[in-house]
């Protein structure tokens, strides 16, 4: 299931971005590709989901769930065993006899709600600066020049000429290191989603 961009064009508008209709397409697909870089980067899809996971199943009592904040949790399966004797404490799921059922680790299998019911103002505002910067791309140069990342190495104005390279960074949509471990921090964990809802 793909999950709804975590800001809109118009909250790119609100912010002063003026956004054609013939470019609306395009800056969909902008503020897609920069709301999966922020979800990438904070580990968590953010934005108030239902989702099973799988997780490995180990002696001790706490069994840590990706995607904070943590709602709710519908249901919970020890080696394909319903399990009720949990107790939701602090992000994690408490047992007291643990979740392992033999030698080695078992899979338990999650069901919850976990995300915040709105999108922070900062990561809305981050997404759209994200989106921003490819829109300004794609709007200084022509066709495929906008998915390379080009910039001028110089410019001469007197008989007109300008020279350009292409960058060592990938993509006009990157998350400085520092604001990807802010994120991670803040929202934390990942888990392999096996079915959201």
């Avoid at 013939?22 to 697909?29: D, G, K």
């Avoid at 803040?186 to 096996?194: E, I, T």
Wanted: net charge negative.
């Amino acid at each position: 299931m793909a999950l709804a961009p975590l800001a809109t064009v118009a909250d790119l508008e609100a912010r002063g971005v003026t956004v054609t209709p013939s470019e609306a397409p395009i800056v969909a697909t902008f503020l897609d590709v920069a709301s999966e870089m922020v979800r990438t980067a904070a580990g968590a899809p953010i934005s108030q989901l239902t989702t099973t996971v799988e997780l490995e199943g180990e002696p001790g009592q706490r069994l840590h769930l990706p995607g904070r904040p943590i709602r709710s949790v519908a249901t919970v399966a020890l080696d394909g065993a319903p399990v009720t004797d949990w107790r939701l404490a602090s992000g994690s799921l408490w047992r007291r006899e643990g979740w392992q059922t033999g030698c080695g680790p078992s899979v338990v299998k999650v069901t919850y709600t976990h995300g915040l019911p709105s999108v922070p103002a900062d990561i809305v505002d981050l997404v759209c600066r994200l989106a921003s910067r490819a829109l300004v791309s794609y709007r200084d140069s022509d066709g495929a020049e906008a998915l390379a990342a080009r910039v001028t190495v110089s410019e001469r104005i007197g008989d007109w000429s300008a020279g350009y390279a292409y960058g060592d960074h990938f993509s006009e949509v990157e998350i400085p290191e520092y604001l990807r471990d802010r994120l991670s921090a803040r929202f934390g964990g990942s888990a392999h989603v096996v079915r959201s809802r």
